[in-house]
């Protein structure tokens, strides 16, 4: 060690670094590197196979809405035989005087109207109970927490009970005023307003003068319009696919959704003889289109929530 140090110091120069050998840590980085392409493969196979999984439906549906009553039933079903699709609109639309356009209209009233009175009534609800502190305010949000729990379902009957004794059974009411109140909307505005509407921005309204209702509807609901466009989102598919509530609630076929329509031309079959099968997969076909459309409106809200998001 001595005669080294020796060596070392009167030339000067230090001792080249020891060459490490070649094999020392490739083979752990080649392994990490295969083991990410094996984990890449298997996530990029999982994500196709759940895309056909979701596209395959729509594939049938397409499809079956372009055949005939003969081609449904003697064709294979995954491929096209002729095309009958604008004979079958047509039938659609004239069958039993063009109810299916009273249905649509009636769908786009309930879904339209209940959703935007729903994210309204959430948007001001999860406001009140993020950013006002009240006694109860826990005890209030439990019970929110605790009724979106509980099934749809089995609120129907109690709420048939109620407005059989007040009217509104076999009324558009029957149907939007259960749309008015979602707990589950209240539980994501309440979680949103946390996040994006500041105390700073509300304490400074209120030093400018500005009153509780004017603060929530000209400042409030512009900083929660990505959480707003969700919650309305979410409630106008949900309200658009009923089918219990409208089941229960409504009578006469001129007040019934789309979903309740189709419905009842399928057992036509079995009760009058009637394959009216052509039709309800058509009408099944042209009922996604809003939902694809409102998907499709509603990127821009969640784009910029993404962009305020990651700015934050």
């Known amino acids: ?25 490739a083979p752990a980085s080649g392994f ?4 990410r392409r094996r ?41 096209f035989s002729g095309m009958h699709l604008g004979a079958n609109l047509r039938q659609l639309f004239s069958y039993d005087g063009g109810v299916f356009l009273r249905w649509v209209g009636n769908s786009f009233l309930y879904a339209g109207v209940g959703s935007l009175g729903g ?16 006694p109860g305010n826990g005890t209030v949000f439990a019970f929110v927490v605790g009724s979106f729990l509980v099934p749809t379902a089995m609120l129907t009957l109690p709420l048939y009970l109620l407005f059989s004794k007040i009217g509104l059974v076999d009324t558009p009411w029957a149907v939007l005023l259960p749309c008015f109140v979602n707990p589950f909307s209240v539980y994501l505005a309440k979680v949103y307003t946390e996040s994006a509407v500041p105390w700073e921005v509300l304490e400074a309204a209120r030093l400018d003068g500005a009153g509780e ?19 309305f989102l979410l409630a106008f598919v949900g309200t658009w696919n009923s089918f219990f509530l409208p089941l229960t609630m409504l009578r006469g076929e001129q007040n019934w959704t789309l979903t309740l329509g189709l419905y009842d031309w399928t057992g036509k079959r079995l009760e009058s003889g009637v394959d009216l099968t052509s039709l309800v997969l058509t009408g099944s076909l042209l009922s996604i289109i809003p939902l694809a459309v409102m998907m499709i409106a509603m990127r821009r809200y969640w784009r910029s929530g993404v962009a305020m998001g990651s700015l934050k």
């Open 119 to 134: 994210t309204l009534v959430a948007m001001a609800a999860g406001y009140g109970l993020a950013r006002f502190d009240f």
């Open 39 to 79: 984990s890449d493969r298997f996530v990029l196979a999982g994500l196709v196979l759940f895309a056909l999984y979701s596209v395959f439906p729509v594939w049938w549906l397409i499809v079956a809405a372009t055949k005939n009553q003969t081609g449904l039933y003697q064709t294979n079903g995954l491929w």
């Open 1 to 25: 060690m001595s005669t080294t140090h020796a060596a070392t110091t009167s030339s000067g120069e230090r001792p080249a670094p020891a060459v490490r050998r070649a094999g020392g840590s």
């Open 213 to 231: 209702l004017r603060i929530f509807f000209s400042i409030v609901l512009r900083m929660m319009s990505t959480g707003g466009a969700t919650v």
């Open 32 to 35: 990490s590197r295969t083991a």
